[in-house]
T-cell receptor
């Protein structure tokens, strides 16, 4: 299995508090992603990174910020958590496979966040 | 961005072959088609990837017609342990990779 860890694995917090989730990889992959998954929904992309200090928005980026100061770490911050951000958050990493650009993503175990 | 459309759910019985089709009408020339499997409380796991024609590995086959506007994941002789959600993803180069709604496959004895 790809070396991806997420911390914390579970967190309960209150509305209005800041929260930071960490994704750490040992694979030296270039690309990193944050997704959220809610009951009955697929995965929705929040933000992604294509290199150190290089990030871009995904489908549902409002209320979230990210930072990547080194290859192995990708941080997701909820500046002021709301109940609508209660979700399971998955981190993923990827690297281009072969010469033509195919991509295989590897996912972390997920972080279950509850905002009361 | 290439949007994907899959059936929301499918039922099957053990031992049957299951085919899940994904539509991606606006796939780009350099996009690959990738399928993932997800069990409850776990992250998705890579199953198979292709660009055109047919790809086969130890767990599945992927059929892609010449126009590449759709693809079909084929699971031979499914078992109860294949009950999961299957996602079709279209993209390349580690860019903005967007998942669709996924297909919830239920395999019955």
């Amino acid at each position: 299995d790809a070396g991806i860890t997420q911390s914390p694995r579970h967190k309960v917090t209150e509305t209005g508090t800041p929260v930071t989730l960490r994704c750490h990889q040992t694979e030296n992959h270039r690309y990193m992603y944050w997704y959220r998954q809610d009951p009955g929904h697929g995965l929705r992309l929040i933000h992604y990174s294509y290199g150190v200090k290089d990030t871009d928005k995904g489908e549902v980026s409002d209320g979230y910020s990210v930072s990547r100061s080194k290859t192995e770490d990708f941080l997701l911050t909820l500046e002021s958590a709301t109940s609508s951000q209660t979700s399971v958050y998955f981190c993923a990493i990827s690297e281009v496979t072969g010469l033509a650009g195919g991509v295989e993503q590897f996912f972390g175990p997920g972080t279950r966040l509850t905002v009361l | 961005l290439a949007k994907t459309t899959q059936p929301i759910s499918m039922d099957s019985y053990e031992g049957q072959e299951v085919n899940i089709t994904c539509s991606h009408n606006n796939i780009a020339t350099n996009d690959y088609i990738t399928w993932y499997q997800q069990f409850p409380s776990q992250g998705p796991r890579f199953i198979i990837q292709g660009y055109k024609t047919k790809v086969t590995n130890e767990v599945a086959s992927l059929f892609i017609p010449a126009d590449r506007k759709s693809s079909t994941l084929s699971l031979p002789r499914v078992s109860l342990s294949d009950t999961a959600v299957y996602y079709c993803l279209v993209g390349n180069q580690g860019g903005k990779l967007i998942f669709g709604q996924g297909t919830e496959l239920s395999v019955k004895p």
